[in-house]
Structures are given as structure tokens and as C-alpha cells.
């Protein structure tokens, strides 16, 4: 069994991690099989300012084709090279990431071909992106080209089954994996290094300060809910983004600057010491196609408020267990939400301890082992 994974960027650090995990469990299930990730670029040009941090390490065999943004990689560059790096590894499963990359769907047609079984990995939901039927109609085409798939939860599986893919074919349904080990760790040292500092409750944003993320509703919700009731809760958005500037002449003009904080952008592995310092994670998207910080807050053992647009909602929300949804076009379901919590406070420990019970089975270790049985069992059939 030799498998090939087609990668966009080596600066995905929670599919390192799933790599990483992939290729323990195949030497310890498989030791006779090979693996190897093929990287088309380092990363993405809007990350390129994202900063590593080089105590963590991931043991996965992988090959970067180009040393530089995947934005600046010409179509017949990826295509040569993913050929070339296909005929030179010889593999018996191919797992592309999406159809969106043509060079990426185009050796898939010719893995096909080849008798080499196909795996496609895929995120994408019905309602995190305004569809055409002549789009619709071109990737039903596609993805039933494909003999297996692998998708973050529910949302993304439905998207499929819609395009007329067999749910038999749906190997993984919980692909939407994070480094829950440096997460959970790094959370519980932050948590210990604060002590009694953490006093003020507090609802957390962290992500790109960017339209789609709907922070004004946000802010303005937290206007009238903080208005309206005694007790004393703050919000903290962690991120930077085109609307940052925006969003704090909003707070100003609602006189928030006390109670509303915009911390700035940090890398992934400092996202666990804000975490530490709150309470509750509020996701107000507007569109979403999972929403990996709903994974990291419930690592963390905290309750979620979650938009209902967000790919995360089905699979990892339950209301009134370990957290809420709302529309996130209604900013009063919003305020209903945030409300529960400032009047409930006693509510926030045993739902996030049931938010940690709830993302065990989205563990990389776990979703790893699975995705190792699908590729063997793939290679056995004729």
C-alpha cells in the first residue's frame, strides 16, 4: 500500500498534526505500507506574516514542490509538478484536497485511469458560498469521479450526498481535526500562570476581524445585553483584519472602550492563553465552513455560542448542553444567548466539561486510525 496525499501548504498546522498521527498509526497497523504528503507550496500569501514556532515538531515523510506562496504557483507549474511527483512515487491511493485546484482534479482523472483509487477530502457545506447550477453540475461531476471521501461533519457530508455521491462512499465524517495536545497543554499552563487574575467574565472572539465574521452584530449585542444587566462581563476579540478600524469606532461610539478589548493578532499556539482568560467563545458568523475555534474552545473545556451558519453547529453544539446557537442575521437571538450566560454563570463549568466529552470523537489520533483503515481497506479492493 503506497498513499499520496496532495497538500496545498506546508503551514497548515493542524493537518500536520493529522499527518503526523496518520503516519504513526500506519507503522504501527501497516508497517508494510509507505506514505507520503506532497506539499505544493509554504504556505498562503495572506499568512504569510504568520509566525511558527519551531518547538513544535511533526514527524510525517513529505516533499514541498515549490519554496514559496501557493498564490504565486502557476497552474502549469502544479500540473507538471504533481504529475511528475505522481509518477515517481507510484501510489496506490491518491487523496486530493478539494476540486477546487484543477491540476489537483485533473490527476485525479488520470489516477482513475492508472486503477489508482482516489480519496477526496473536502470541507465545503451548502450555505458557506453563494452556489451557481452550472458550478453545481460541473463538481457533481467531479466528486463522483472519486472513490472515497473524507469530510469535516455533517454539513460537508450532506453537500455531497447532494451532489449525488453514495453515502456508503463517505468514509470520515469528522475530519475537522486541531493539535489538541499543544492546545489543551498550553491552555492548562496559561490557566495556571493567571491564578486569580481572571476575575471579570468574559465572552472571546478569535479569528480575522473581516465581514463575514459579523463583529458589529457582536459588538452590538454585547451593547444592549452588558446595558441591560448587573452583572460585569466583558468581550475580547483576538485577531486582526480589515475591519478592525471599523469595529473600534463602533465601540467607541457605543462607549465600550472599557469593556471591549481588541487584542491583536497572534499565532495559533497563543490563541490557548486568551482562551485561558475568558469564558464562553461566541462564533457570530455569517458563513462558515466549519469553524476550527469552536474545536480549540471546547478542547479548552468551555462552552460555545455558535451561528448557525457555521459548518461546526451540527456536530459540535448541542443547545442547552455545552452551548447555544442563534441566527446571525437576528442580533435579539443573539443577545438571548449571551444573556444566558451573564444571568447563569453557574452553568459555564458543566457545559464546557460537557464541550470536552463532545470533541473526543474529533481527536487527530482518533480521526488518524479511521482514515488509516479507510486507505487500506481502499487498497484492497480490485
Given at each position: 500500500m503506497?498513499i499520496?496525499?496532495?497538500?496545498?501548504?506546508?503551514w497548515?498546522?493542524?493537518k500536520?498534526?493529522?499527518?503526523?498521527?496518520i503516519?504513526?498509526?500506519?507503522?504501527?497497523?501497516?508497517?508494510?505500507?509507505?506514505?507520503?504528503?506532497?506539499?505544493i507550496?509554504?504556505?498562503?500569501?495572506?499568512?504569510?506574516a504568520?509566525?511558527?514556532?519551531?518547538s513544535?515538531?511533526?514527524?510525517?515523510?513529505?516533499q514541498?514542490?515549490f519554496s514559496?506562496?501557493?498564490?504565486s504557483?502557476?497552474f502549469p507549474?502544479r500540473?507538471k509538478?504533481?504529475f511528475?511527483?505522481?509518477?515517481?512515487y507510484?501510489p496506490?491511493?491518491?487523496?486530493i484536497?478539494?476540486?477546487?485546484d484543477?491540476?489537483?482534479?485533473?490527476?485525479?482523472?488520470?489516477?482513475?485511469?492508472?486503477?489508482?483509487?482516489?480519496?477526496?477530502?473536502?470541507e465545503?457545506s451548502s450555505?458557506d458560498?453563494n452556489?451557481?447550477a452550472?458550478?453545481?453540475?460541473?463538481?457533481?461531476f467531479?466528486v463522483?469521479?472519486a472513490?472515497?471521501?473524507?469530510?469535516f461533519?455533517?454539513?460537508?457530508?450532506?453537500?455531497l450526498?447532494?451532489?449525488?455521491?453514495?453515502?456508503?462512499t463517505?468514509?470520515?465524517?469528522?475530519?475537522?481535526v486541531?493539535d489538541?495536545?499543544i492546545?489543551?497543554?498550553r491552555?492548562d499552563?496559561a490557566k495556571?500562570?493567571?491564578g486569580?487574575?481572571?476575575?471579570?467574565?468574559?465572552?472571546?472572539?478569535?479569528?480575522?476581524?473581516?465581514?463575514?465574521?459579523?463583529?458589529?452584530l457582536?459588538?452590538?449585542?454585547?451593547?444592549?445585553?452588558?446595558h441591560?444587566d448587573?452583572?460585569?462581563?466583558?468581550?475580547?476579540?483576538?485577531?486582526?483584519?480589515?475591519?478592525?478600524d471599523?469595529l473600534?469606532?463602533?465601540?467607541r461610539s457605543?462607549?465600550?472602550a472599557?469593556k471591549?478589548?481588541?487584542?491583536?493578532?497572534?499565532?495559533?499556539?497563543k490563541?490557548?492563553?486568551?482562551?485561558?482568560k475568558?469564558?464562553?467563545l461566541?462564533?457570530?458568523?455569517?458563513?462558515e465552513?466549519?469553524?476550527l475555534v469552536?474545536?480549540e474552545?471546547?478542547?479548552?473545556?468551555?462552552?460555545?455560542?455558535?451561528?448557525?451558519?457555521?459548518?461546526?453547529?451540527?456536530d459540535?453544539v448541542?443547545?442547552?448542553?455545552n452551548?447555544l446557537?442563534?441566527?446571525?442575521?437576528?442580533?435579539s437571538?443573539?443577545?438571548?444567548?449571551?444573556?444566558?450566560?451573564?444571568?447563569?454563570?453557574?452553568?459555564?463549568?458543566?457545559?464546557?466539561?460537557?464541550?470536552?466529552?463532545?470533541?473526543?470523537?474529533f481527536s487527530?489520533?482518533?480521526?488518524?486510525s479511521?482514515?488509516a483503515?479507510?486507505?487500506?481497506?481502499?487498497?484492497?479492493?480490485?
Open positions: 503506497r499520496l496525499i496532495i497538500h496545498n501548504q506546508l497548515a498546522h493542524y500536520s498534526r493529522l499527518f503526523s498521527e503516519y504513526s498509526s500506519l507503522k504501527e497497523k501497516y508497517p508494510e505500507s509507505a506514505f507520503l504528503v506532497v506539499q507550496a509554504l504556505y498562503e500569501a495572506s499568512r504569510s504568520m509566525q511558527s514556532d519551531e513544535i515538531v511533526y514527524d510525517y515523510p513529505y514541498v514542490l514559496r506562496s501557493l498564490d504557483v502557476r507549474e500540473l509538478s504533481l511528475k511527483a505522481f509518477h515517481t507510484k496506490t491511493v491518491l487523496n484536497t478539494g476540486y477546487f484543477w491540476a489537483q482534479v485533473l490527476l485525479m482523472f488520470y489516477a482513475r485511469m492508472r486503477g489508482v483509487k482516489v480519496v477526496l477530502s473536502s465545503s450555505a458560498h452556489r451557481s452550472l458550478k453545481e453540475r460541473l463538481k457533481r467531479i463522483n469521479r472513490n472515497a471521501f473524507f469530510c461533519g455533517k454539513t460537508s457530508a450532506q453537500y450526498e447532494s451532489l449525488g455521491v453514495n453515502p456508503a463517505i468514509l470520515v465524517r469528522n475530519a475537522a486541531i489538541e495536545e492546545i489543551r497543554t491552555y499552563l495556571k500562570q493567571f486569580n487574575e481572571h476575575l471579570i467574565r468574559k465572552f472571546i472572539f478569535t479569528g480575522r476581524l473581516a465581514p463575514e465574521k459579523n463583529l458589529s457582536l459588538i452590538r449585542a454585547f451593547y444592549n445585553v452588558q441591560t448587573s452583572g460585569s462581563w466583558q468581550l475580547l476579540l483576538v485577531g486582526d483584519g480589515p475591519e478592525r471599523l473600534e469606532n463602533l465601540t457605543l462607549n465600550l472599557d471591549v478589548t481588541f487584542a491583536g493578532g497572534f499565532p495559533w499556539y490563541v490557548p492563553e486568551w482562551l485561558a475568558s469564558d464562553v461566541v462564533l457570530p458568523s455569517k458563513s465552513p466549519w469553524g469552536v474545536n474552545a471546547m478542547t479548552c473545556g468551555m462552552p460555545v455560542l455558535v451561528s448557525d451558519k457555521c459548518g461546526c453547529a451540527a459540535l448541542e443547545p442547552g448542553k452551548g446557537t442563534f441566527d446571525p442575521e437576528n442580533q437571538a443573539l443577545e438571548e444567548a449571551m444573556r444566558f450566560f451573564m444571568q447563569n454563570p453557574d452553568r459555564i463549568v458543566p457545559m464546557g466539561n460537557e464541550s470536552m466529552k463532545m470533541i473526543a470523537p487527530s489520533k482518533h480521526v488518524a479511521r482514515m483503515d479507510c486507505y487500506k481497506s481502499l487498497s484492497r479492493k480490485g
